[in-house]
């Protein structure tokens, strides 16, 4: 149940009045009891708004979808499937975007005290499950979107066998030294798919090579970035021993780096992971993400929560696809594709 001003007076040992003066701005309070009331209040999760917003929130018919980056194109793609299977309700939608920071634990206790959704899909948000379990205390149904909880409903894809999959068919067909392109280290994706990457390696007798891992020195959206993909490709071009093929964390992170090769007159077979909307314009291999369906999925999960908030947890965990296209072609292979064009263009120019 939620909290009210009446839980927090009687928790604290004062009446009722004293607890509003404070969530009013009054004078008059002591400011030993203001502090006393309003720790009171973070800790027990009530906000100044919830009393009045919490007795509508059944009726307020809004989810808020909680989203770190709303131009990280993984995002927009969730968003696009959310928005579609919301559509087939009576709810409204909210986003609310929050900062990648140190204090991105108190954003979402925030977002989520003021009460006013019904409930909440939690993009992308990683955080430890000692911080998921102190959520619970606002008794509001949440379902998790690329990341796991035993407290809620999720749906994900599992990164680490993506990675060890893509990493695995590159090494099938015979290529030895084989390049990662990461992002930050403390995302919790980057690490998953670093660890596929290595289990590949391992179980196919070869040992890690650290300098093989790379990563770009741009950290906005946590290195999911062109820029970050550019100069990461960058920097392994510039190994006295070059790669000779690559693994990339995210297809917008390799369309990048396609772009360096181009730049520096080089070419490595190369995969992604996404299958975001530009990559098959680009011919990029990847490892593809039913993104649309997981939004779907997610406020599916969502809305039977919010019907049924006695269900037993639900977690969703999808299997990446391995999509082949042109970036993942070997260089002799590339060469003869070209050797061919070349030829049926110059013969078709000879007069019979």
Same mark, same amino acid.
């Given at each position: 149940m939620s909290v009210t001003i009446y839980d927090i007076a009687k928790e604290a040992g004062v009446s009722i009045a004293t607890v509003s003066r404070v969530f009013n701005n009054s004078t008059n309070v002591s400011e030993k009891s203001r502090t006393k009331i309003l720790q009171l209040a973070k800790k027990m999760g009530y906000h100044p708004q919830a009393m009045a917003q919490g007795l509508a929130r059944k009726k307020s018919k809004l989810i808020s979808v909680i989203v770190p980056v709303i131009s990280n194109y993984f995002f927009m793609e969730v968003l696009e499937g959310i928005q579609e299977q919301i559509g087939n309700s009576d709810f409204d939608l909210n986003i609310y975007n929050i900062k990648i920071s140190d204090d991105i634990f108190d954003q979402v206790e925030y977002s989520i005290k003021r009460g006013m959704a019904e409930g909440y899909v939690i993009i992308s948000v990683h955080l430890s499950e000692r911080e998921w379990k102190a959520l619970k205390k606002f008794d509001v149904p949440v379902t998790l979107v690329d990341e796991y909880s035993a407290e809620y409903d999720s749906v994900s894809v599992d990164s680490v066998e993506g990675a060890y999959?893509?990493?695995?068919?590159?090494?099938?067909?015979?290529?030895? +030294?084989?390049?990662?392109?990461?992002?930050?280290?403390?995302?919790?994706?980057?690490?998953?798919?670093?660890?596929?990457?290595? +289990?590949?390696?391992?179980?196919g007798g070869r040992f890690l090579v650290p300098e093989l891992i790379v990563t770009g020195s741009s950290r906005a959206r946590d290195g999911f970035t062109e820029k970050n993909g550019y100069e990461a490709m960058i920097s392994l071009l510039e190994l006295p021993e070059l790669?000779?093929?690559?693994?990339?964390?995210?297809?917008? =992170?390799?369309?990048?780096?396609?772009?360096?090769? =181009? $730049?520096? /007159?080089?070419?490595?077979?190369?995969? /992604?992971?996404? $299958?975001? =909307?530009?990559?098959?314009?680009?011919?990029?291999?990847?490892? +593809? =993400?039913?993104?649309?369906?997981?939004?779907?999925?997610?406020?599916?999960?969502?809305?039977?929560?919010?019907?049924?908030?006695?269900?037993?947890?639900?977690?969703?965990?999808?299997?990446?696809?391995?999509?082949?296209?042109?970036?993942?072609?070997?260089?002799?292979?590339?060469?003869?594709?070209?050797?061919? +064009? $070349?030829?049926?263009?110059?013969?078709?120019?000879?007069?019979?």
């Open positions: 999959n893509a990493t695995r068919y590159l090494m099938e067909n015979g290529y030895e +030294r084989i390049a990662m392109i990461s992002a930050i280290s403390s995302s919790k994706p980057s690490q998953d798919r670093i660890s596929g990457y290595r +289990r590949a390696l391992e179980d790669p000779d093929a690559c693994f990339c964390n995210s297809d917008i =992170q390799a369309i990048g780096a396609i772009k360096a090769m =181009q $730049d520096r /007159g080089k070419y490595l077979p190369i995969i /992604g992971f996404d $299958d975001i =909307q530009f990559s098959d314009f680009f011919g990029l291999s990847t490892m +593809r =993400q039913p993104m649309r369906e997981m939004g779907e999925m997610a406020i599916g999960k969502l809305l039977n929560r919010i019907e049924n908030p006695d269900a037993n947890v639900s977690h969703t965990v999808f299997s990446p696809e391995l999509v082949l296209r042109s970036s993942s072609i070997s260089p002799a292979a590339m060469a003869e594709a070209s050797s061919l +064009r $070349d030829d049926s263009i110059t013969g078709s120019s000879v007069p019979s």
